[in-house]
């Protein structure tokens, strides 16, 4: 007998066909380098563009802690990784419907008949000619519905891309977690250089006040002029409480993201005088970008799993071919029971197909369609708002740059225009006014630089987080995530 056709004939019931459209990765256009910036080169891309644990390159040890709190203890992140966990155990469900589904089972059935039951003083016996016996069944079944039309492998194909997205989301959240809580610690060291700073110029005020409240008393100056002092003075101190107020939000808010009680929670001000790291973010070429952003590796694999989708609707349309068999023994001997005599089987086929729908299963291949898409359009719009957030932030970097340098020597021309106006003021050649708006002049530069400083820093933040902050898209299918993901649950308090 020739058994080549028919191991042909179970090779193609055992691979079937897929009815899912060829996939590819949607083509999106990158330009070859980014736009510069007045004044600015681009470099040449540098392989030491940010990698890992990118937060070090502002060189402080509290930021490093703090961020590796957040990414164990985080409970967004946890409910990320959760989730994460969910898909993946979907996908493992849906490739076990590939192979049969085998049960057992086994009966004892003890069987009384005929005679008679006489019940003596609570006693039960029997009489007549009453016969037992026993029977004994071990049964073994099994199922399977051949994937002929790539209806479950496709199913396979969604439930895998879907799993792979949310661990790109997991990504994408661990990445957006470290940039806000870089950006929430740096602005509190830059509210801590505010008190600072404000508390300077109250007690600037204060000397301001008296030498006013000496001129008044010594008769040289209207009494307007210490009203004035006071009104400043009080001014600052408020502006002083507030500026404590901002600093405890932003402390409450890091507390949050590392997983603790705001309540129990204390980060100690910065004692020395503020001197903010801004890193230098080495440039990728713009092709590479989509290989380095967790958000577009999601929307990607989000399109893939609307492609299977098609592939699942379109299988639809053909029949469903059912097998089932069982076997087992039946025996009245337990010794005899696994005996080839004791021996029962049977194999069975079963074949269904829908005749009328009445269009319900087109309406479902359009519909899958349709979803894909609108799935490559997210893809697309995801790319481009990249694009954008490096181009954004690469401008920002440059430009706050340039401003940080002139806002400086503003604020040291400042400074020394309130200094010298005082001293005039107190030798009785200029008026109050002057002072007052001298120095207003020189609190508002202070604070304008300090502020930059922050936007500079939070820039770097920002573009870091453009550029992928150094994750790869190959971590998703690498096995990196993954074991990321296995950490979180490793690290939960509560199991």
Not at 186 to 206: C, G, I, M
Not at 276 to 296: A, G, H, K
Not at 418 to 435: F, M, P
Request: proline share 4%.
């Amino acid at each position: 007998m020739n058994r080549k056709p028919l191991s042909v004939l179970l090779m193609a019931v055992l691979s079937g066909c897929s009815f899912a459209p060829h996939y590819a990765r949607p083509a999106t256009s990158a330009p070859a380098n980014w736009k510069p910036v007045d004044g600015w080169q681009p470099a040449q891309p540098a392989d030491q563009a940010p990698r890992g644990d990118w937060w070090t390159l502002f060189n402080d040890p509290i930021l490093n802690d703090l961020i590796v709190r957040a990414n164990t203890h985080n409970n967004t992140l946890l409910q990320a990784a959760a989730t994460y966990r969910q898909a993946h155990a979907t996908t493992a469900a849906a490739r076990a419907n590939l192979f049969p589904t085998i049960g057992t089972t086994g009966q004892v059935t003890h069987t009384v008949s005929g005679g008679s039951r006489t019940i003596v003083n609570g006693g039960v016996t029997s009489g007549g000619n009453s016969r037992t016996s026993d029977n004994y069944t071990l049964n073994l079944t099994g199922s399977w519905t051949p994937d002929l039309f790539g209806s479950v492998r496709n199913a396979i194909s969604n439930d895998k891309a879907t799993e792979q997205a949310q661990l790109a989301n997991l990504a994408a959240g661990r990445l957006a977690l470290q940039g806000e809580l870089a950006s929430d610690y740096l602005s509190l060291r830059a509210a801590d250089a505010e008190l600072v700073s404000l508390a300077q110029t109250v007690k600037e005020f204060q000397h301001a006040l008296e030498v006013s409240t000496n001129q008044y008393n010594a008769k040289i100056v209207a009494h307007s002029d210490v009203w004035q002092a006071q009104s400043q003075l009080y001014s600052a101190q408020s502006q002083y409480e507030g500026q404590k107020q901002t600093r405890a939000q932003f402390e409450d808010a890091i507390a949050v993201m590392v997983g603790e009680n705001p309540a129990t929670f204390h980060i100690e001000p910065a004692v020395a005088d503020w001197a903010p790291v801004t890193p230098d973010v080495p440039l990728t070429v713009p092709s590479t970008l989509v290989q380095r952003r967790p958000d577009i590796a999601a929307a990607e694999r989000q399109v893939a799993a609307a492609n299977a989708e098609i592939g699942v609707a379109r299988a639809a349309f053909f029949p469903s071919l059912g097998l089932s068999g069982s076997g087992g023994f039946n025996n009245n001997n337990l010794a005899n029971l696994v005996s080839a005599s004791a021996l029962l089987w049977s194999l069975g086929a079963q074949v269904s197909e829908t005749l009328i729908d009445f269009g319900a299963r087109s309406a479902k291949v359009r519909e899958m369609r349709a979803a894909y898409d609108a799935a490559v359009a997210n893809y697309r719009e995801v790319t481009l708002t990249a694009f954008q957030g490096v181009q954004d932030n690469l401008a920002a970097t440059i430009i706050l740059a340039r401003q940080e340098k002139l806002l400086r020597d503003a604020s040291d021309a400042a400074d020394k225009s309130a200094r010298a106006l005082l001293q005039q003021y107190e030798a009785g050649t200029i008026d109050y006014t002057s002072v007052a708006t001298a120095q207003a002049t020189a609190l508002q530069a202070r604070v304008a630089l300090i502020q930059n400083q922050l936007d500079r820093q939070n820039a770097a933040v920002a573009l870091i987080q453009a550029l992928g902050g150094g994750w790869e898209a190959a971590d998703i299918v690498n096995g990196k995530e993954a074991a990321r993901a296995a950490e979180l649950k490793a690290a939960q308090p509560y199991k």
